[in-house]
Structures are given as C-alpha cells and as structure tokens.
C-alpha cells in the first residue's frame, strides 16, 4: 500500500487497457479503473472499492477524479494534537 500524496493540480492519465476497461494513474502511480459492463461504466478506485456506475464515461471519468479529491482533502489531519489531547491521562485518586 502506498501512502504518497498528490498535489491537487496533478490530473489522472487515462489508458484503455482492454475494448471495456480503462486504467488511470497519477504520477504513475495506480489510481483506479473504469468497467463497460455491457449497460454501465462501473467505477473503482484504487483499493478496488466501488465508486459507482455511470451511463457515459466520461462521467465515469470525472467520478473517479471527484473521488480522488475528496479522499486527499479528507485525509489531512493537523499535525499537532490540540493541548487538550496532549495531557497525559491522570488516573484517580482513591
């Protein structure tokens, strides 16, 4: 598993893989896939968790980019603790 960050900026490579699978990467690195089931684009992402499924593939696409976006905002998390949460627990007194 790789913990490597990508800045905002940097936009998924897209590469048809197969007639119905298409591949993105970011900085070379494995982002997800999009699937053509026969009646839908079906997205996964790259720990293979189902995104969704899509009727154009473009909008398959963008799915994948939007989750990707999210995924990096909901995973910074301050550094620091706050000063409350830096206390070491103090055990009662009997």
């Known amino acids: 598993m790789s913990n490597t960050t990508f800045p905002p900026f940097d936009p998924l490579t897209w590469k048809q893989a197969d007639d119905d699978v298409h591949v993105a990467t970011r900085a070379g690195e494995f982002a997800g896939f999009v699937e053509f089931d026969g009646t839908a ?11 969704g499924s899509f009727t154009t593939l473009d909008d398959a696409f963008l799915a994948l980019e939007e989750a990707q ?13 706050p000063r409350a949460l830096r206390r070491r627990p103090r055990r009662a007194r009997a």
């Open 69 to 81: 976006e999210s995924a990096h905002r909901a995973s910074t998390f301050p550094l620091s603790l």
């Open 41 to 51: 684009h079906l997205v996964r992402d790259n720990r293979g968790t189902e995104i």
